[in-house]
T-cell receptor, first 108, second 111 residues
């Protein structure tokens, strides 16, 4: 069993749609991270959460510590949002566990 | 400010050789962590260094090692390369309590 589970694995959306990507984890964490990886490999850290909710532009990340669940929402999706989104759990001591990623394609 | 710099960007090595990858963190960041990404296993944590000390290590064989210098730059070394070591190697730097900034990675191909 993976310590971090993401769903869905693949997601195709029409431009403008509201998108949700889910992440569940089974370990005690110090923080939950959402990463974005574009073709070519570069990774950008979108959010680091230990509680509640964070918003950056059209991106919103939430976490429920009791349920060990986090969601990444994209409002008014755009083709440039097409990327792989990866959820990662960091434990005390900075050990990381990664989800397998959600490949998002936004069609114009 | 400058981002995290990884060198080289691409590397081709032969089985049995060794390789050293370099990571220069964002100025002021004292923590550097390393990750391996393969199509089969996804992203996996290798190790993390803080103030020249390895703080944590993932589940990789001893052929994978690293170090950090007094200026926080870090190197990762893989000895006796195997075909399965072909991967994208990423490093990230962070400050205390801050988020992580990733480098663009080094793509290693072992032939």
């Amino acid at each position: 069993k993976n310590e971090v589970e993401q769903s869905p694995q693949n997601l195709t959306a029409q431009e403008g749609e509201f998108i949700t990507i889910n992440c569940s984890y089974s370990v005690g964490i110090s923080a939950l991270h959402w990463l974005q990886q574009h073709p070519g490999g570069g990774i950008v850290s979108l959010f680091m959460l230990s509680s509640g909710k964070k918003k950056h532009g059209r991106l919103i990340a939430t976490i429920n510590i009791q349920e060990k669940h986090s969601s990444l929402h994209i409002t008014a999706s755009h083709p440039r949002d097409s990327a792989v989104y990866i959820c990662a759990a960091s434990l005390i001591g900075n050990q990381f566990y990664f989800g397998t990623g959600t490949s998002l394609t936004v069609i114009p | 400010k400058a981002g995290v710099t990884q060198t080289p960007r691409y590397l081709i090595k032969t089985r049995g050789q060794q390789v050293t990858l370099s990571c220069s963190p964002i100025s002021g960041h004292r923590s550097v962590s390393w990750y391996q990404q393969t199509p089969g296993q996804g992203l996996q944590f290798l190790f993390e260094y803080f103030s020249e000390t390895q703080r944590n290590k993932g589940n990789f064989p001893g052929r994978f090692s690293g170090r950090q210098f007094s200026n926080s730059r870090s190197e990762m070394n893989v000895s006796t390369l195997e075909l399965g070591d072909s991967a994208l190697y990423l490093c990230a730097s962070s400050s205390a309590g801050g988020g992580y900034t990733f480098g663009s990675g080094t793509r290693l191909t072992v032939v």
